[in-house]
């Protein structure tokens, strides 16, 4: 799927789009400290192993894990403050303002959990990276859980916090399923073939990745919104479904086609990479300086 070091095969990810080359050894140079031996030559018990009886890597895990609760929260918290504008201020929100807010929220938490997590957000994103790409099968049921987690409690937090009903924040059909199954699908395909165009050469768009795939997300939500409601997100569909126990019968659409199309994605890129296919832009660095 994407070029990448022995190094950083476990950080595989959107995130990896914003994190610079200094975060990332800091973050290898945590992990080989925390990985240091039990004891010394001595039989005394080292410095790092002090505070728990976990192999110290584990807490870079539960570091990462936590990471992806919190930037799953931000999301769809935030997607629950501009649908409440229709009950607290009785303003129908319009398609550019949720995908205004969508994109922004993506920029700010790429930028901020990135080089922690990887910022996937997203179980369909973590799916595919793991798919189709050196992101470990170990590591994917724990994020799953991280993000569903954040996204229940964002639409918990949401309805107590502003009132929203759940039935406001939950994402059907609006213009029949097949439409729906589709739409999320191409958006999904779109929004993983530029994030995997973009990990596969950092350097291309540097401190500019994590606005390109904000700005990608924005533009799913633009094309899904009249038809689907704009998931591209089965974490953020299944969140005020599970908090609210209410399950409709279309919810699979939005846990079923984001992740085909995600999975597509990266598999469509890797191979037009795999046939000697560039991504490179003419003169890529005159433009970007």
């Known amino acids: 799927m994407m070029k990448s070091s022995l190094k950083d095969r476990d950080n595989v990810s959107i995130g990896t789009l914003s994190s610079s080359s200094c975060e990332r050894s800091q973050v290898d140079q945590e992990m080989q400290s925390n990985a240091t031996s039990t004891c010394g030559n001595d039989g005394e018990v080292t410095e790092g192993r002090l505070y728990t009886f976990l192999p110290e890597f584990n807490m870079l895990l539960i570091r990462q894990i936590m990471a992806e609760a919190l930037g799953t929260y931000m999301i769809v918290f935030c997607i629950c403050g501009i649908i409440s504008n229709l009950k607290l201020m009785g303003v129908q929100v319009g398609l550019l303002e949720y995908a205004a807010t969508a994109s922004l929220t993506v920029v700010v938490v790429i930028f901020s959990i990135g080089p922690i997590s990887g910022a996937h957000l997203n179980p369909s994103v973590t799916l595919a990276f793991a798919a189709i790409g050196p992101f470990p099968w ?4 724990l994020y799953i859980i991280a993000q569903l987690g954040g996204s229940i409690l964002a639409a918990v937090s949401g309805r107590l916090m502003y009132g929203v009903g759940y039935e406001h924040m939950m994402t059907r059909p609006l213009h029949g399923c097949y439409a729906t199954f589709w739409v999320e699908f191409l958006a999904t395909f779109i929004i993983l073939f530029v994030a995997s165009a973009l990990s596969n050469d950092p350097q291309f768009a540097g401190k ?6 904000g700005a990608s997300i924005g533009l799913g939500v633009l094309i ?5 409601g704009g998931s591209m997100n089965p974490a953020r569909s299944l969140g005020p479904a599970i908090a609210s126990w209410s399950f409709d019968k279309y919810l699979w659409i939005y846990v079923v086609s984001p992740t085909l199309g995600a999975i597509v994605g990266v598999f469509v890129y890797r191979l037009l990479r795999l046939q000697g296919w560039s991504c490179e832009l003419p003169d890529a660095s005159s433009i970007l300086k």
Request: net charge positive.
């Open 138 to 141: 170990p590591k994917v049921p």
């Open 208 to 213: 500019l990745g994590g606005f390109i795939v």
């Open 224 to 228: 899904t919104g009249p038809v689907s």
